[in-house]
């Protein structure tokens, strides 16, 4: 599993009802089968992606994420989780209102635009970030809504969203005494629980 999926196993119930976003080729969903006995369903849009998750045995559908969940019903899940999406969705507080009316709680992870990498390239060397974090250049990066840790956390309050954890490391999985204490500036990855009341 990648370094901002490695706590979800830990806060998925066993036996859980979960709905992964963007599942990519369900590695993420397969490792959960596997150790916490989950029903898991994957939305992806990448057809090549979904034959190898059926390949696999999993169960996917295609879905383009843009278009919301309407198509689930409220608390039709016990989780849904998001890893690595969040940035690339046009309207992502739309989104995250309706992962938690599909689902009891959402687990969320994106890359920290506010590290301390990605300030020095922008303000002393004045161009956009590339790196192990954010890879690509402005012009081709599936990235549309780059955030930092505070302005997730501002829109959770807004959207009137619990956070029930946070989990902070490196690109390496590492976590830090700094990245705890300012986690905005020394986090290059986070993951978020959420809930909400219904």
């Given at each position: 599993?990648?370094?901002?999926?490695?706590?979800?196993?830990?806060?998925?119930?066993?036996?859980?009802?979960?709905?992964?976003?963007?599942?990519?080729?369900?590695?993420?969903?397969?490792?959960?089968?596997?150790?916490?006995?989950?029903?898991?369903?994957?939305?992806?849009?990448?057809?090549?992606?979904?034959?190898?998750?059926?390949?696999?045995?999993?169960?996917?559908?295609?879905?383009?994420?843009?278009?919301?969940?309407?198509?689930?019903?409220?608390?039709?899940?016990?989780?849904?989780?998001?890893?690595?999406?969040?940035?690339?969705i046009r309207r992502p507080d739309t989104l995250?209102?309706?992962?938690?009316?599909?689902?009891?709680?959402?687990?969320?992870?994106?890359?920290?635009?506010?590290?301390?990498?990605?300030?020095?390239?922008?303000?002393?060397?004045?161009?956009?970030?590339?790196?192990?974090?954010?890879?690509?250049?402005?012009?081709?990066?599936?990235?549309?809504?780059?955030?930092?840790?505070?302005?997730?956390?501002?829109?959770?309050?807004?959207?009137?969203?619990?956070?029930?954890?946070?989990?902070?490391?490196?690109?390496?999985?590492?976590?830090?005494?700094?990245?705890?204490?300012?986690?905005?500036?020394?986090?290059?990855?986070?993951?978020?629980?959420?809930?909400k009341e219904h």
């Amino acid at each position: 599993m990648s370094v901002d999926t490695g706590r979800i196993p830990e806060w998925i119930p066993q036996g859980a009802r979960v709905l992964d976003l963007g599942c990519g080729e369900g590695h993420l969903l397969a490792e959960l089968q596997t150790t916490r006995a989950i029903q898991g369903l994957g939305l992806e849009l990448d057809p090549e992606k979904i034959a190898t998750c059926l390949r696999r045995g999993l169960n996917v559908v295609q879905q383009d994420l843009n278009q919301g969940l309407s198509n689930f019903k409220a608390n039709q899940f016990d989780t849904i989780i998001m890893t690595q999406t969040l940035q690339a969705i046009r309207r992502p507080d739309t989104l995250l209102d309706d992962m938690l009316r599909v689902g009891r709680e959402a687990i969320v992870t994106f890359p920290n635009f506010a590290h301390v990498k990605n300030r020095i390239q922008l303000g002393i060397f004045g161009h956009m970030p590339v790196n192990p974090q954010l890879p690509n250049p402005w012009y081709d990066t599936p990235n549309i809504h780059l955030s930092t840790f505070d302005d997730f956390e501002a829109l959770c309050d807004q959207l009137k969203i619990q956070i029930l954890n946070r989990d902070t490391s490196n690109l390496s999985g590492q976590r830090s005494w700094l990245g705890t204490v300012w986690p905005n500036l020394f986090g290059e990855v986070a993951v978020y629980r959420l809930t909400k009341e219904h």
